[in-house]
């Protein structure tokens, strides 16, 4: 098993290689994301990819569907900052289109691929080509001998599938892959990756999918993932949102963050606020979360409404501000060092920050 940081043991898997990005063994758990720009409009796509690698964002897949989006492959990989994925769904002819286009890796379906020869061409092209391949196995197109065989897209049915396809490929000799295992029934699914999990060293892609939007969408993925993660299952995650996959890239770290698995950007820890609140919090936390969204190295801020959890938060944070009525403690390291109004505590606050960071 292997070690983080935090007190999760990640489970030992091996190492793969998309592009140059390493997914498995011992690399960071790698956040990735899918496009929703429409792939052939190459200006488009290149520009949501670039603000995806802002936010954090590994690699990312695009979709596949047209001739036209296979034909925009070459300028958005060349051009991509992060390693692009094709996602490829029933067309065979795509998936070797597009490794001959460039891309880093594809993922397929193989339960709508076809034949099991067809799919061994595939990855024949990929090995030769030094492609990875992501093995997609989700609830709503399992192969129908499964579906027979057990009724509806249990967690047996999809670790069935996942175990046949990767046992083929490793019988085929290929090796730079990993599996995912998506449905939108979050305890299926966590069982399904749980057995996976138990049965192989193969690195796994783990998310929700369909989990919708907004509010609910986050906390079905954030529930599911990060019971996933906390029995040290997951090589890479991307949160599945009816959003703007910014959105995905920003809840995907704070899931990791919150199991200590990762640690990019701001952390902020604010108290609920309760009555004996003397200043307006919301509105500096809020301020300080919009103002520090470009930060990337690590830090942890408390802003806490009064002293009661304040000294202790503050011990912890790398710096942060203990309210009193109409004023607040500008605490670093966890010593006081500046008493500031409460109309001064965000920009004081900011400033402290922006010379930590420089
Ligand atoms: S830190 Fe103070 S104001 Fe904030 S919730 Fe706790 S007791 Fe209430």
């Not at 009193?324 to 605490?331: P, T, V």
Request: charged fraction near 30%.
């Amino acid at each position: 098993m292997v070690k983080t940081e935090a007190p999760i043991t990640r489970r030992k898997t091996r190492q793969i290689q998309v592009g140059s990005v390493k997914i498995g063994g011992d690399a960071p758990i790698v956040v990735q994301s899918m496009t929703s720009t429409k792939t052939h409009d190459i200006e488009a796509t290149l520009e949501q990819i670039k603000r995806l690698a802002k936010a954090g964002c590994e690699f990312v897949r695009v979709a596949v569907p047209h001739e036209e989006d296979l034909q925009a492959l070459p300028d958005i990989v060349k051009n991509s900052p992060i390693p692009v994925i094709a996602d490829i769904h029933f067309a065979p002819s795509y998936a070797f289109k597009s490794m001959e286009k460039g891309v880093h890796g594809i993922r397929i379906n193989p339960g709508n691929i076809g034949k099991e020869e067809i799919v061994r061409e595939i990855v024949e092209e990929a090995r030769k080509k030094g492609v990875a391949i992501r093995i997609g196995v989700n609830s709503g197109s399992l192969e129908k001998d499964l579906l027979d065989k057990y009724g509806y897209p249990c967690a047996e049915a999809l670790f069935e599938s996942a175990m046949r396809w990767s046992e083929r490929f490793e019988k085929w000799g290929f090796y730079n892959f990993k599996v995912s295992i998506k449905g939108s029934d979050v305890l299926e699914n966590i069982r399904a990756n749980e057995l996976f999990a138990q049965h192989t060293d193969i690195p796994l892609h783990i998310g929700i999918t369909e989990a919708g939007m907004g509010l609910k969408g986050i906390v079905k993925s954030s529930v599911g993932i990060g019971i996933l993660l906390y029995k040290g299952i997951g090589d890479t995650v991307r949160v599945s949102l009816t959003d703007d996959p910014e959105v995905e890239i920003e809840t995907a770290y704070a899931i990791l963050q919150s199991l200590g698995l990762r640690r990019r950007g701001i952390e902020i820890i604010a108290c609920p606020t309760c009555g004996r609140i003397e200043v307006d919090l919301p509105k500096v936390v809020r301020e300080v979360e919009e103002k520090l969204k470009h930060i990337q190295k690590p830090l942890k801020v408390a802003i806490m409404g009064c002293v009661v959890n304040a000294i202790g938060e503050a011990r912890e944070a790398d710096i942060g501000l203990a309210c009193g009525k109409g004023f607040a403690w500008l605490f670093k390291e966890g010593k006081p060092i500046k008493k500031v109004s409460e109309e001064e505590m965000a920009k004081a606050l900011l400033e402290e920050i922006e010379n930590i960071q420089n």
